[in-house]
T-cell receptor
Framework: DAKTTQPPSMDCAEGRAANLPCNHSTISGNEYVYWYRQIHSQGPQYIIHGLKNNETNEMASLIITEDRKSSTLILPHATLRDTAVYYCIVRSTGNQFYFGTGTSLTVIP | DTEVTQTPKHLVMGMTNKKSLKCEQHMGHRAMYWYKQKAKKPPELMFVYSYEKLSINESVPSRFSPECPNSSLLNLHLHALQPEDSALYLC????????????????FGPGTRLTVL
């Protein structure tokens, strides 16, 4: 079952940073936070994941609060191609992913 | 290479037809998954295969029959479907979570858009 809460939609101006929040207040110590995005009718695309520490890769940064009850995905310079539904997923041991309802991000020119 | 391929891209079938969806990966992943996604909804997990054995069935109706003939291939056999089964069917794969040498990030294919008439 999904264990995350995200705002249903957000807008971001092109070229600005997009900050997407996620609440996962019931997360336990060995559960990872994953972020995926899905551009219209395509398969979900992996973005980033983390356990406790902040993480950065070529696509985005993931900031996890010290109590691990929430996290923020940061797209540093949003482009029109970043318009998508962004899913925050808490993964338990085992291989199951349970998607929440996600945030629909619209990047505005 | 993190590619998962799915065929066909689109499928239209009648309620009495039998058809199959195919998924393939060559990343050495030993966990494979089927998800179903209805319009404007998140993907829902259907089945998980671990080392070619079915490990999770999320109470999916028997008209959906998964098969994992080898470590690279995953099939979903469809029979006597209903119009409400029309959806995007997604396949994913990952290293198995017990293998701590690797991250078990799931990689998704592009999906098969299924329409049941």
């Amino acid at each position: 079952d999904a264990k995350t809460t995200q705002p249903p939609s957000m807008d971001c101006a092109e070229g600005r940073a997009a900050n997407l929040p996620c609440n996962h207040s019931t997360i336990s110590g060995n559960e990872y936070v994953y972020w995926y995005r899905q551009i219209h009718s395509q398969g979900p695309q992996y973005i980033i994941h983390g356990l406790k520490n902040n993480e950065t890769n070529e696509m985005a940064s993931l900031i996890i609060t010290e109590d691990r009850k929430s996290s923020t995905l940061i797209l540093p310079h949003a482009t029109l191609r970043d318009t998508a539904v962004y899913y925050c997923i808490v993964r338990s041991t085992g291989n199951q992913f349970y998607f929440g309802t996600g945030t629909s991000l619209t990047v505005i020119p | 290479d993190t590619e998962v391929t799915q065929t066909p891209k689109h499928l239209v079938m009648g309620m009495t037809n039998k058809k199959s969806l195919k998924c393939e990966q060559h990343m050495g992943h030993r966990a494979m998954y089927w998800y179903k996604q209805k319009a404007k909804k998140p993907p829902e997990l259907m089945f998980v295969y671990s080392y070619e054995k079915l490990s999770i069935n999320e109470s999916v109706p028997s008209r959906f029959s998964p098969e994992c003939p080898n470590s690279s291939l995953l099939n979903l056999h469809l029979h006597a479907l209903q119009p409400e089964d029309s959806a995007l069917y997604l396949c994913a794969s990952s290293h198995h979570w017990v293998d701590r040498r690797y991250t078990d990030t799931q990689y998704f294919g592009p999906g098969t858009r299924l329409t049941v008439l």
